[in-house]
């Protein structure tokens, strides 16, 4: 039995799994390549820190999977956004705190959720029907 349209999407296991799995080894590679690939030279919160982006990934893949065609255009968007935006965020502030580089976290968060809402509109905007297609409009 497939989900109606209209039902919210479930994240399951092994995508989750794999989204955790990839952005915290991602974030974990690069912590590593920043300190000269010794695993000693990682601080012990750095290991949290990459736990988190594991979830955050997990988060991202859960908010994406809520967009549906029965939403609200802007709820779509926001949607999208923050479900591109918010892993890539994760892994690059991760890195610029264990370098030192971080100075400015209310800028950067303003600044990727600019970005995120950018690609969530630029994604709903190229995922529209052509005229003529046979797809219905979703909006």
Same mark, same amino acid.
């Given at each position: ?13 092994l ?13 974990? =590679?690069f912590?590593?390549s920043?300190?000269?690939? !010794?695993l ?8 949290l820190?990459a ?10 893949a859960? =908010?994406?999977?809520?967009? !549906? ?9 926001? =949607?999208r956004g ?9 892994l ?5 705190v264990?370098?030192?580089?971080w100075? !400015?976290p209310?800028s ?8 995120g809402l950018?690609?969530g ?9 052509a ?9």
């Open positions: 039995m497939t989900p109606s349209p209209a039902a919210p999407a479930r994240v399951r296991p995508p989750a799994l794999a989204a955790f799995s990839l952005f915290a080894l991602l974030s974990l =590679l912590g590593l920043q300190v000269g690939w !010794h000693s030279k990682l601080p012990g919160w750095f290991f820190a736990l988190v982006v594991g979830a955050v990934g997990v988060l991202g859960w =908010l994406t999977g809520q967009d !549906h065609p029965g939403r609200p255009v802007w709820q779509r968007a926001v =949607l923050l479900g591109w935006a918010m892993p890539v965020a994760g690059i502030a991760a890195g610029e264990l370098d030192g580089s100075k !400015h209310v950067f968060a303003l600044v990727w959720s600019v970005m950018g690609y509109w630029t994604s709903l905007a190229l995922d529209r029907p005229a003529g297609s046979g797809r219905p409009e979703t909006r």
